[in-house]
C-alpha cells in the first residue's frame, strides 16, 4: 500500500483550512494517507488550535507544527524536514489552505504517476469565487483555472495541488524552498527549476481535480495585474539567481521589450475579445515586474492575506 503524506501550509485561514481537512476525509483511494499542517501564525495559532480539535475524531493520523519564521517557503520547508524524519511516505501532496481536493483527487495523481513514472505530478484547479469577476479579469491567470492535457509535462509551476517523490526532496540541498521567497511566492518555481536541473520528470493529471475559493478581494482587475507584475518579479529573481549566460540574458530582455513595445497594438487588437482584452495589461505588468527585479526591487505579495 502506497503511502502519501498530505502537507498543508495555513497563515490566518482557519475557515479554509476545515473547509480543507472536511474534504480529506471524503478521499476515495487505497492509499494509507497522514496530513501534516504547519501553522505560519505563531502569535494566534488558529490552524493548529483547530486541528487539536479535530484530530481525535478524524479519518486520518493528523499531525500540526507551527512555524515562528513568517513565509510560505518557511513554513513548506517545515512540512518537508517533518515528514522526511517522522513519515516513511513514498509521496508528499501538497495543498493550499484555501483549496480543497474532489473525492478521486488523491487516485487521480497517484494514476497518472505509476503510468509515466513522473517524479512530480500536478493537477486541475478550478476556481470558485465569493463575487463573480468582471469581464476584463475573468479570463486571466490568478482567476482563470489551470489545466492542461493528461501526461508528461517539461515543468510544474506552482506547488498548489502537486504530488512529489520523496526522493527528489532527499537528494536536494537543503533547504528545499529558498527562503528569500518567503513573502513574495516564487518558491515553488525556484523549488522545480532545481527539480529540472537535476533531470526530473514531471507530468500533469487533469482529472486531479481540486478547487481553490477565491474572495471578493482578488477577483477584481487590479489585483489581477498585481500578480502578472509579481510573477514576473519573482521569475525574474529564479532567472537571475541561476547566472543564465549572456544569450539567455539577450533573448529574455528580448521577450521584456517585445512585451513592451508591441502592448499598445495588442491592446487595440484583443480590446473587442472579451476572453482576451487583458491580456496585453497582464504581459506589460509581468513585464514591469521582471524590469523591476533586474534592478533590485522585490514584491511581497504574501505579506496580505486574502480570504479567511
Known amino acids: 500500500m502506497v503511502e502519501v503524506a498530505i502537507a498543508i501550509p495555513t497563515f490566518k485561514r482557519p475557515r479554509g483550512l476545515e473547509r480543507l481537512l472536511a474534504a480529506l476525509e471524503q478521499l476515495e483511494t487505497a492509499a494509507a494517507v497522514e496530513i501534516v499542517v504547519a501553522d505560519n501564525d505563531a502569535e494566534h495559532h488558529e490552524g493548529s488550535d483547530l486541528c487539536e480539535k479535530l484530530k481525535a475524531d478524524y479519518r486520518w493520523p493528523l499531525t500540526t507544527i507551527v512555524v515562528a519564521e513568517r513565509g510560505i517557503a518557511q513554513a513548506r520547508n517545515a512540512l518537508v524536514d517533518f515528514v522526511l524524519v517522522h513519515s516513511s511516505a513514498k509521496f508528499v501532496a501538497m495543498l493550499d489552505d484555501d483549496e480543497w481536493p474532489d473525492p478521486h483527487w488523491l487516485e487521480a495523481l497517484l494514476g497518472m504517476q505509476r503510468a509515466t513514472r513522473a517524479d512530480a505530478v500536478r493537477g486541475t484547479i478550478l476556481r470558485e469565487f465569493e463575487t463573480r469577476p468582471g469581464a476584463w479579469a475573468a479570463h486571466c491567470p490568478?482567476?482563470?483555472?489551470?489545466?492542461?492535457?493528461?501526461?508528461?509535462?517539461?515543468?510544474?509551476?506552482?506547488?498548489?495541488?502537486?504530488?512529489?517523490?520523496?526522493?527528489?526532496f532527499e537528494e536536494l540541498e537543503q533547504p528545499c524552498f529558498d527562503p528569500a521567497f518567503a513573502l513574495s511566492g516564487g518558491e515553488d518555481r525556484d523549488f522545480f527549476t532545481r527539480l529540472r536541473r537535476l533531470g526530473r520528470r514531471f507530468a500533469w493529471a487533469d482529472e486531479a481535480v481540486c478547487y481553490e475559493y477565491v474572495p471578493?478581494?482578488?477577483?477584481?482587475?487590479?489585483?489581477?495585474?498585481?500578480?502578472?507584475?509579481?510573477?514576473?518579479?519573482?521569475?525574474?529573481?529564479?532567472?537571475?539567481?541561476?547566472?543564465?549566460?549572456?544569450?539567455?540574458?539577450?533573448?529574455?530582455?528580448?521577450?521584456?521589450?517585445?512585451?513592451?513595445?508591441?502592448?499598445?497594438?495588442?491592446?487595440?487588437?484583443?480590446?473587442?475579445?472579451?476572453?482576451?482584452?487583458?491580456?496585453?495589461?497582464?504581459?506589460?505588468?509581468?513585464?514591469?515586474?521582471?524590469?523591476?527585479?533586474?534592478?533590485?526591487?522585490?514584491?511581497?505579495?504574501?505579506?496580505?492575506?486574502?480570504?479567511?
Not at 489545466?147 to 512529489?164: C, D, F, Q, T
Not at 541561476?242 to 513595445?261: D, N, Q, V
Request: with cysteine; charged share 20%; proline share 6%.
Open 142 to 168: 490568478g482567476i482563470s483555472a489551470i489545466r492542461e492535457k493528461s501526461g508528461p509535462l517539461p515543468m510544474i509551476e506552482g506547488a498548489g495541488n502537486v504530488m512529489i517523490a520523496r526522493h527528489c
Open 216 to 308: 471578493a478581494s482578488r477577483s477584481n482587475l487590479a489585483w489581477v495585474l498585481a500578480r502578472a507584475y509579481r510573477i514576473g518579479n519573482s521569475d525574474m529573481r529564479v532567472f537571475l539567481k541561476y547566472a543564465p549566460a549572456w544569450t539567455h540574458r539577450f533573448r529574455e530582455s528580448t521577450k521584456i521589450a517585445g512585451a513592451i513595445l508591441l502592448f499598445p497594438l495588442l491592446q487595440i487588437v484583443l480590446a473587442p475579445i472579451p476572453t482576451r482584452r487583458a491580456e496585453p495589461l497582464c504581459k506589460l505588468y509581468r513585464a514591469a515586474g521582471k524590469i523591476a527585479a533586474l534592478f533590485g526591487r522585490y514584491y511581497d505579495e504574501y505579506a496580505i492575506v486574502h480570504g479567511g
